[in-house]
């Protein structure tokens, strides 16, 4: 059985390499989805909307999720619209989701402010 990190295992947690490995199974994904329920699992990916009063906070959200993805070396994909940002997190290299990408997501919503 995989263990599951708690929210602040994950933000403490920092991305690595993911060449060579394998994405976690299903049954994974689900238990540690469990930590960040706003998260949802659509095939291989980890998704989440952020709601904001305008654009200009939707930008800045952006940016903080930039700064992140730079950190970790780990970049999402991002639709934004006006006061909304939708990202999308998965490993391309090796195909589905990974820690990494829970990592990811547990920081971007520590920085996510309506």
Not at 37 to 51: F, K, N, Q, S, T
């Amino acid at each position: 059985m995989n263990r599951v990190l708690s929210i602040e295992q994950l933000r403490a947690g920092r991305c690595v390499p993911m060449k060579n490995r394998s994405p976690m199974s299903s049954a994974h994904i689900d238990e540690q989805i469990h930590v960040l329920p706003i998260w949802a699992r659509r095939g291989e990916v980890l998704e989440r909307d952020y709601e904001f009063t305008d654009f200009a906070r939707a930008i800045a959200f952006v940016n903080a999720v930039a700064d992140v993805a730079g950190q970790e070396n780990h970049h999402p994909e991002m639709l934004v619209g006006h006061g909304r940002v939708r990202v999308h997190y998965s490993t391309r290299e090796i195909g589905g989701i990974s820690i990494n990408d829970f990592i990811c997501a547990a920081k971007i919503d520590a920085r996510y402010e309506p």
